[in-house]
T-cell receptor, first 114, second 109 residues
């Protein structure tokens, strides 16, 4: 597609429920990243995927967070048993490859846990 | 892992003045240094980047400098305009990017 597409744009969920966030990267971009941005804060790295390699999960804050990327394209970030501190904007980005390429970000999913 | 520090956290300038934002990084293997602008409620957008084999890069009113020995890089905006008001993030990349905490720039008309 023309840009990185994320859905839903907003999600309100009750504490303890599971949520799935979706990211559709730019066609041809082999690298896909997830970041979290709390209100007024910076960008916290969560996970990245590059081609068919094993993902780098080093940024995931707890085992309640997981992500997968199917067919080297669409990715889903799953948060199990959501907590109030999970409330944030979850940003997905894609790039032509690792390292020397700028990211194109999606508009994000604003997650609110009540 | 890479650690990026960014200063100042807030910066207020008069329209027409220059603005400078500075970042340092910890991992000497980092080789790509982009800058992103994020307007309120919007996604971060790449405004300029520099690679480790280049010391300076300029694009109209914005420029970035890189000192690999000292592991620091800076963003310079000249002739600031109110539409430059936003949060600016620096980043350093080996494989994935690690971002600074951001600088909220306000340009007063």
């Amino acid at each position: 597609g023309a840009g990185v597409s994320q859905s839903p744009s907003n999600k309100v969920t009750e504490k303890g429920k599971d949520v799935e966030l979706r990211c559709d990267p730019i066609s041809g971009h082999t690298a896909l990243y997830w970041y979290r941005q709390s209100l007024g804060q910076g960008l916290e790295f969560l996970i990245y995927f590059q081609g068919n390699s094993a993902p780098d999960k080093s940024g995931l804050p707890s085992d309640r967070f997981s992500a997968e990327r199917t067919g080297g394209s669409v990715s889903t970030l799953t948060i199990q048993r959501t907590q109030q501190e999970d409330s944030a904007v979850y940003l997905c980005a894609s790039s032509l490859g690792l390292g020397l390429y700028g990211y194109t970000f999606g508009s994000g999913t604003r997650l609110t846990v009540v | 892992g890479e650690n990026v520090e960014q200063h100042p956290s807030t910066l207020s300038v008069q329209e027409g003045d220059s603005a400078v934002i500075k970042c340092t990084y910890s991992d000497s293997a980092s080789n790509y240094f982009p800058w992103y602008k994020q307007e309120l409620g919007k996604r971060p957008q790449l405004i300029i980047d520099i690679r480790s084999n280049v010391g300076e890069k300029k694009d109209q009113r914005i420029a970035v400098t890189l000192n690999k020995t000292a592991k620091h890089f800076s963003l310079h905006i000249t002739e600031t305009q109110p539409e430059d008001s936003a949060v600016y993030f620096c980043a350093a990349s080996i494989n994935d990017m690690r971002f600074g905490a951001g600088t909220r720039l306000t340009v007063k008309p």
